[in-house]
Every structure is written in structure tokens, then in C-alpha cells.
């Protein structure tokens, strides 16, 4: 269930604002992951336990659910720190770090697979590199989609080389991180996306964006969210700063007809980045939709759940 943002922000000496700040840039360089919480079972969904190489040969895990029948598929990317079934944020650790922005109830991502599969498409969910049970690589790092980028065009490539699928209708429903990954994959990969249909995008973000909000709620002071010094900790972390972290300018590369929804009032980013990135997709079959009502990032992931209908009738024009 959704909850309200609680906006009782801790009080941090200078040294814990600077323990936070590490932590933070920390957390970038060898990311949390998030258990396979769920199963396809829990929904009577047939699946098969996969395994296949990311483009650069990381080990990547997933579930395929056939729709007996169907010749079309989707291709479920998820957000940074999730797996494949989504985020247990009413358990700890995780709890503690999104309960103060409204986030602490958990995100169950078996349903999205249900409403797919319902609906005529067979369903590839896997795990992005660094998270679930796929492969570590690139020493831990999260990168926002430069190294994940390769994922989806493994997850692609792989859908083409089994016999029962290589001849299917693809579409794409990658979020956050997963949409941004997709971004950067048809900047750095055009020729992987040639015959890819469409993207379902939920919530892509700027890296810097939700690192200043989350930071904030975490309890940084306003006059402290110096992004030059968070900016100089990731760099010496991860060795990639914010501006190698580019969704706003890798949307430009996107040429297949793509459908962006975000919360308007999400606290943990701001309306004008997901417009930025739309406006800067360079083709006219593209579409954006807000959801209003709550200031909750989560709901974002949710709302496939709640109202599936637009995202399908997205996914049967153009891949029908």
C-alpha cells in the first residue's frame, strides 16, 4: 500500500553527513542486491529457469513464461537495486532507506508477468548484472547503464538464438535503471534494436537527480548536497561521474516508438527530467503519461498493476 513521505529528516553532525556522503558513493561502487523474492509459480505461471550471456559474456539469470501459442514477447528490464521479482522493501535493510520518501511497502513485480502473459505475450524477466542471481561485473559497480547497457542486448541476442523464439515479435518493458540501460544500449548498440518493436518506459531517472533527494531524506542538509563533492567521492569510487551518467542525452538515440510514464510528483526526482528525456526522443511515435495523486515513487511501479491498459494497447499497436 502506498505511504505518505514522512519529511522527519534527521539531524546529522558534520561527520555523519560525511559517513552519509561515503556511504552513499559507496553504495555505487558495490550495490545491494535485492533477493529473488517471488516466482512465476505464485501467479500458476508456467517458466523455465534460464541462464545467458550479457554481450560481454556476463552470466545472466532469468525466467523465460511461455504463452502457448503466442508468437510475440516482451523483455522485462527492472530498476536499480531490484531483481527480477521485484523489492522487498518492508524488510530491513531496505526499509530504512526508502520509508522516509514514501517507498517502505514492497514491490512485487510476479503480477506484471501475469497481466503479460494474460494478454497474449510470452515474458523474459531477468537479472540485471550486479543484481539478483546474475553475474558480477565491472568490480561491483553500478554505472546507471553504461556496463548494464550490454544486458539488454544480451537479452536480445539471446531471444534470437532459441529455436522457439528467434522468430518472435519483441517489445521492451524496462524501467528506471532498465529504461535507462535500454537508452544507452541503443546508443552504444543501434544495430541490436533493428527489428525490436516498441518500449514500455517506466520512470527513467537522472542519476544525480535521485541522488540529491535521496541524500536529503537521508538527512544531508541542503547547503551540504555539494554534488561536486558527492560527484568527486562516486568518481573515486566507481570512476564515473554524473555526467557519464546521461539518460536525458542517450534518449536522443531512441528510434523505435516508446511510451514514458512516471509519477508528477515523485520526491525522489523531478517532472522536468522524464520530460527532458521525452522531449528529447527524436521520433513523433512516442507518448507520455503522468500519474498523479500520490508523490510516491513505488506507485510508478505499481501502476502497470493497477491500470495495464494503456501500456497494453501500446504493445498490441505496435507489435501486432
Excluded at 569510487?237 to 539518460?247: I, Q, V
Excluded at 516508446?258 to 521525452?278: E, G, I, K, N
Excluded at 512516442?286 to 500520490?294: P, S, V
Aim: overall charge negative; proline content about 6%.
Amino acid at each position: 500500500m502506498t505511504e505518505v513521505a514522512t519529511n522527519k529528516v534527521p539531524q546529522l553532525s558534520n561527520d555523519q553527513i560525511n559517513d552519509v556522503l561515503q556511504r552513499f558513493a559507496d553504495g555505487f561502487g558495490q550495490l545491494r542486491r535485492s533477493p529473488v523474492m517471488h516466482s512465476p509459480s505464485e501467479q500458476n505461471l508456467d517458466y523455465e529457469n534460464v541462464t545467458f550471456p550479457s554481450s560481454d559474456g556476463v552470466p545472466l539469470e532469468g525466467w523465460f513464461i511461455p504463452a502457448a501459442g503466442s508468437d510475440r514477447l516482451i523483455i522485462a528490464n527492472h530498476p536499480m537495486g531490484f531483481s527480477r521479482s521485484g523489492l522487498p522493501t518492508q524488510f530491513e535493510p531496505w526499509h530504512s532507506e526508502w520509508a522516509s520518501s514514501g517507498n517502505g511497502f514492497e514491490i512485487n513485480f510476479i503480477p506484471d508477468y501475469k497481466i503479460l502473459h494474460d494478454a497474449g505475450y510470452n515474458v523474459l524477466a531477468y537479472d540485471l548484472r550486479n543484481h539478483g542471481f546474475s553475474g558480477a561485473a565491472n568490480g561491483g559497480i553500478a554505472s546507471g547503464g553504461i556496463f548494464e547497457a550490454r544486458d539488454v542486448v544480451g537479452s536480445l541476442q539471446y531471444i534470437r538464438s532459441r529455436h522457439e523464439t528467434r522468430n518472435m515479435t519483441i517489445g521492451l518493458f524496462s524501467r528506471c535503471l532498465g529504461c535507462s540501460s535500454t537508452f544507452s544500449a541503443m546508443m552504444q548498440f543501434p544495430e541490436a534494436f533493428n527489428d525490436v518493436r516498441c518500449l514500455v518506459g517506466p520512470q527513467p531517472v537522472s542519476t544525480q537527480i535521485i541522488a540529491s533527494r535521496r541524500l536529503a531524506f537521508a538527512g544531508v542538509p541542503a547547503d551540504r548536497i555539494d554534488i561536486k563533492d558527492l560527484e568527486q567521492r562516486l568518481v573515486l569510487r566507481t570512476g564515473l561521474g554524473f555526467a557519464a551518467r546521461g539518460p536525458r542525452e542517450w534518449a536522443k538515440h531512441v528510434r523505435i516508438p516508446t511510451f514514458l510514464y512516471q509519477v508528477h510528483d515523485d520526491v525522489l526526482t523531478q517532472s522536468s527530467d522524464v520530460q527532458a528525456m521525452f522531449d528529447n526522443i527524436p521520433i513523433s511515435e512516442k507518448k507520455l503519461q503522468w500519474i498523479y495523486g500520490t508523490t510516491a515513487r513505488w506507485d510508478g511501479y505499481l501502476e502497470f498493476q493497477r491500470r495495464p491498459q494503456p501500456m497494453l494497447e501500446w504493445f498490441e499497436q505496435y507489435t501486432s
